[in-house]
């Protein structure tokens, strides 16, 4: 198959998914089946990109006839090609999971294509090979995301919704501020003519380089939710149905913190001793800040949203570091991280499906009611929480050893004990909705039929399949490492970037 249907179609097939299931408007049928085959081709494409990546590095193509740096490119890395695999995995257990667990009238008036439409952004920001489409895709994104928010139009939807949307639009504004900046000072916006030139450092304005990288930093940090921007998302991410913010959760503030690696291995790195004590700062205050606001709720949802802004920590701790294995260890954070959040909101929807709600106080003895639940619970928990051999255990493992190398002694003893923490909420989630005895007087008598039951049985089904996923990387864990490693070493060293993008261009 060639570089550019590879690099093209993890585009043109949601794209193409998200047109056709607008032909079927109000036939949530047909749109549900055109949807499962986009996402079943959608995975199969990723799947097919990693395996031509894992052979040659990296490939790239042009859009059009003008060749790089002038034209529209697509370029494809390990980073690129694992990120956009751990999407199509959980894309394709959200899918299973809306089918029987969400509304028919959000399936009819726009879910499907919505989600198609977000996956090509997603697609759009891990494959752009320049920094204008990357604020275009992210545009995508944002738009996509805040249609989904507000699907249903309930008053708390809207309300998370337009903090959601308010928030992001300023960050958009940092975004094409620091564009312009960077277009200015270089006349490019090729991200790999951009990491030439940089690393050339000819007449380098060392100080608006520098101004530009803080308002990228700021920009997509508001995106990713780190500390102190991370405000909105816990406002925003528990209003809308399970079968949305599950996969806006596990996988949007990770695409933020895709391109800020992604940015400041290939673009900003002259400003070292500045930006990565910033990041370990921000790093640090984003893990405690989370784990504590985690701590403190009584929501099933917000605890595992505050659960994301804890994570995204060490996935920038990573960054702060900047050494080969602290990347990888970012990068398989990732991964497990995409994977293990999305499978803990599809838990806490399976759980408000048999109860009707999400509030710990109303909930009890789920253990006992549903134990294959609780067990799915359990494991994923754990993985969360950093517990070997599990997958957490392993990205944690790569950072705190990355960390010791590096002699960052106390962002490694914080990233231990916000692990710690992050063990006791879980711990508090398996108390009070799994283990305590069920409320005698429940706010609201639920009546199950059969019916109800069964469609309730189907929603286990993307669960198990994403727990074997995170068994699979956490028991295996050995190809993922290498991957990570591997992926590390090509952002650390863009010879292999560059001259796949350029050729003989420079």
């Keep these: 198959m060639s570089a550019h249907l590879l690099l093209v179609l993890p585009l043109l097939v949601p794209l193409c998914g998200a047109i056709v299931c607008l032909l079927f408007w109000r036939l949530e049928r047909w749109q549900a089946l055109v949807s499962g085959f986009t996402q079943i081709t959608w995975l199969g494409s990723t799947i097919f990109l990693l395996k031509r990546i894992i052979t040659d590095k990296a490939i790239s193509t ?23 695999l751990a999407a199509a995995l959980v894309g394709l257990a959200v899918f299973l999971f809306s089918v029987y667990g969400l509304d028919k009238s959000r399936q009819r008036y726009g879910y499907f294509p919505l989600m198609l439409f977000l996956q090509v952004g997603v697609g759009g920001v891990c494959l752009t090979g320049d920094l204008f489409n990357l604020y275009v895709w992210f545009e995508v994104i944002l738009i996509c995301c805040f249609a989904l928010l507000s699907l249903g139009g309930t008053k708390p939807q809207l309300e998370g919704a337009l903090k959601y949307v308010t928030i992001n639009f300023i960050a958009s504004g940092l975004l094409l501020t620091g564009i312009g900046v960077v277009y200015s000072l270089f006349g490019a916006l090729n991200l790999a003519e951009l990491a030439l030139i940089v690393r050339e450092g000819t007449h380098l304005n060392l100080p608006l380089l520098s101004m530009a990288s803080v308002f990228f930093l700021t920009g997509f940090g508001i995106k990713a939710a780190i500390f102190p921007m991370f405000f909105w998302l816990p406002a ?25 690696i992604r940015l400041f291995t290939l673009v900003f790195i002259t400003d070292q001793t500045f930006m990565m004590p910033l990041m370990a700062i921000l790093s640090g205050a984003t893990m405690v800040v989370g784990v504590i606001g985690a701590a403190a709720q009584n ?16 996935m920038l701790m990573g960054l702060a570091i900047y050494t080969p294995l602290a990347i ?15 499978n803990l909101f599809l838990v806490s929807g ?27 619970f359990f494991v994923s928990a754990l993985s969360l929480a950093g517990t070997p051999p ?10 705190a050893k990355a960390g010791f190398e590096a002699g960052n002694y106390l962002l490694v003893t914080t990233s231990l004990g916000v692990s710690l923490v992050t063990l006791f909420s879980m711990t508090k989630i398996w108390n009070e909705v ?21 469609r309730i049985a189907l929603l286990y089904v993307p669960v198990v399949f994403l727990l074997c996923c995170i068994l699979a990387i956490g028991v295996y864990a050995g190809p993922l490492i290498e991957l990570a490693m591997r992926a590390s070493q090509d952002l650390l060293h863009i010879e292999t970037y560059t001259d796949t993008v350029l050729g003989k261009a420079r």
Excluded at 236 to 260: D, E, N, Q, R
Excluded at 330 to 338: A, D, K, M, P
Excluded at 353 to 373: A, C, D, E, K, S
Excluded at 390 to 399: E, N, T, V
């Design 434 to 454: 799994f283990w305590k005895s069920k409320p005698r007087k429940p706010s609201t008598s639920i009546l199950l039929t059969q019916s109800d039951r069964l």
């Design 236 to 260: 925003s991410y528990h209003t809308s149905p399970i079968a949305i913010s599950a996969f806006i959760a596990g996988l949007i503030t990770k695409v933020g913190i895709y391109t800020l």
């Design 350 to 376: 399976v759980v408000a499906q048999y109860h009707r709600t999400f509030q710990l106080p109303r909930l009890g003895g789920v253990y006992l009611q549903q134990p294959f639940i609780a067990l799915l």
């Design 328 to 342: 990888a260890g970012s990068i398989f954070f990732i991964i497990h991280n995409i994977l293990v959040k999305t």
């Design 62 to 84: 042009q859009i059009g006839s003008w060749s790089a740096p002038f034209g529209i490119t697509l370029v494809a890395d390990t980073f690129s090609a694992l990120v956009l």
């Design 390 to 399: 599990l997958s957490g255990f392993w990205g944690k493992f790569m950072l």
């Design 299 to 314: 929501d099933f949802r917000r605890i595992l949203s505050f659960h994301i802004i804890s994570q995204i920590g060490y």
